[in-house]
């Protein structure tokens, strides 16, 4: 899945371009359970539903729901507390280019939300710059305001 974070740009830096650090936050798989949401336990037995198939009995291709899937017994991730995900924090170094306006959507690709099947969505930044009390920007041109 997509993040959309909002970037603030002084007048001056939306007219040069930047290249700055920028932290967000994103929910990854579970370094844990890789997203399955539940620990295998060790030494454990095979799960008694699917017999140790990982399937459900009655049909074919669903998961059985008392093992997720791993053929034994299982219980609940503790590190993500069986949520399969986990929030991440992470420092980009992003460039800005010249001449951004407000309302301009930079992307960064796979620096987004992970999804369950393991890919990632994007990062798109909104660039909002700040109104300077001299120039004042017209399409391409910088006008001043006397």
Known sequence: MNIIKKVNLSFAKSITGINEAIQHKRLML??????KKVQKVE????????????????V?????????GTGVLS????????DGIQQNTMTLSVTVPKSVDTGMLLRIRDKGHQAFN??????ILKVLVEPHPQFKRVDFDIHSVI
């Open 118 to 123: 393991g890919e990632f969505g994007d990062l």
């Open 60 to 68: 074919v291709g669903e998961i059985c729901v008392q093992c997720m």
């Open 30 to 35: 579970c370094t844990t359970c890789a997203g």
């Open 43 to 58: 030494n454990a037995d095979k799960c008694p539903k699917c017999y140790g198939t990982g399937e459900h009995s009655d």
């Open 75 to 82: 219980i609940s991730c503790k590190t993500c507390n069986g």
